[in-house]
C-alpha cells in the first residue's frame, strides 16, 4: 500500500468534512422547527378566525358551520372530478379511442367545473353575508396579498410549481 501524501490526507479531509457537513444540513420543507408541526392550527389552516380578530362566538360558529358545508360539497366535487378523469384516461389510452365519448365525457367536466365555480361564489357571497364591512374588507385585504403572495420564487418546487406550504392540505382554501 503507498503512502498517502500530506496533499492527498488534505484532499480527503477536506471532502469528507464537506460531505459531513451538507448531510447535517435539514431538508427544505421537512423539518418539524416552529410552525411546521401539524398541531399549529395558524400555520396549516390560516382560517377566518387567525385573519379576522373582532370575531363574535355567533360569527365563528356560522362560519364553521358554512366551511363544514363547503367541504363536504367541495369533496364531492373531487370524487366526482376524479371519476371523468379516470374514465377519460380508459377511452384516451385505448388503442381505438372512442371519441364521441371523450367528447362527452369533457362536456361532463366542464358542467361540474361550472358547478363547483357556482358553488363556491356562493360560499364567498354566503360568508360575506355574515360578516360585517369592516370585516369583509379586511377579509379582501387578506384574499388580494395571498393573490400576489404567489409571484416571488419562494414557495416554488423544483419543477417550479408552486406549493406554498407542503404538508398542510388544503392551505389557504377554507374562506
Known amino acids: ?23 447535517a444540513q435539514p431538508r427544505h420543507g421537512r423539518g418539524f422547527g416552529a410552525g411546521q408541526g401539524w398541531e399549529d392550527k395558524d400555520y396549516c389552516r390560516p382560517a377566518i378566525e387567525n385573519v379576522l380578530s373582532d370575531l363574535t362566538e355567533d360569527q365563528k360558529d356560522q362560519l364553521e ?42 362536456d361532463e367536466k366542464t358542467a361540474l367545473m361550472n358547478k363547483q365555480m357556482k358553488k363556491r361564489l356562493a360560499h364567498q357571497v354566503a360568508i360575506k353575508e355574515v360578516l360585517t364591512e369592516e370585516q369583509v374588507i379586511q377579509l379582501e385585504q ?25 404538508g398542510c392540505p388544503g392551505y389557504g382554501r377554507n374562506f
Open 142 to 166: 387578506v384574499r388580494k396579498h395571498r393573490q400576489y403572495a404567489g409571484k416571488s420564487r419562494q414557495g416554488f418546487n423544483a419543477r417550479g410549481n408552486f406549493r406554498p406550504h407542503q
Open 65 to 106: 358551520t358554512l366551511r363544514l358545508e363547503h367541504f363536504k360539497e367541495m369533496k364531492d366535487f373531487r370524487n366526482q372530478m376524479g371519476e371523468l378523469r379516470a374514465k377519460q384516461k380508459t377511452i384516451v389510452s385505448a388503442y381505438k379511442v372512442d371519441q364521441s365519448a371523450a367528447e362527452k365525457l369533457i
Open 1 to 23: 500500500m503507498k503512502k498517502m501524501t500530506k496533499k492527498g490526507l488534505f484532499t480527503m479531509m477536506l471532502a469528507g468534512l464537506i460531505t459531513g457537513s451538507l448531510m
